[in-house]
């Protein structure tokens, strides 16, 4: 298996405030194709990890409401065969893997308990975000 960080999450109280912050004073532009009113996508001009900001209001992939935390994302090839290995592994996993719009993700907890996203996304919007300059 191999993965890629390919998204940091953070978790919001308010998620304009936030928005505001990270493209004012750190210049990321919001990406409105993968956002909305509880999720804002944000990616910088010079590449790198996207930064999520997820309205911690929202219980979302088995994540309890908690605000301040970080979700790691890691990018896979096939969010659903890495979750029937871990299955048969000493993982916690939280929950199903499920459809989130643009992919398909699960939720797991590393030895030390903190959140990873495992995700794979749907080839149109891989194509799309490389038509975009989001990825190569």
Do not use: C
């Not at 004012?24 to 909305?36: C, H, I, N, R, T």
């Not at 999520?52 to 994302?73: F, R, S």
């Amino acid at each position: 298996m191999s993965s890629r960080l390919g998204l940091l999450m953070l978790l919001v109280s308010d998620v304009p405030r936030s928005k505001a912050f990270y493209t004012d004073y750190l210049g990321l532009e919001a990406v409105p194709e993968f956002s909305s009113d509880e999720f804002v996508l944000l990616r910088s001009h010079t590449g790198g990890t996207n930064i999520a900001l997820q309205d911690a209001m929202k219980e979302t992939y088995g994540v309890p409401l908690a605000h301040g935390g970080i979700i790691a994302g890691f990018e896979v090839e096939d969010a659903d065969a890495i979750y029937q290995q871990w299955k048969a592994k000493p993982v916690e996993i939280l929950g199903e893997v499920t459809d989130m719009g643009a992919g398909r993700t699960f939720t797991a907890k590393d030895p030390e308990g903190h959140y990873i996203q495992v995700f794979q996304l749907y080839p149109q919007v891989r194509d799309m975000q490389k038509q975009m300059g989001m990825s190569s």
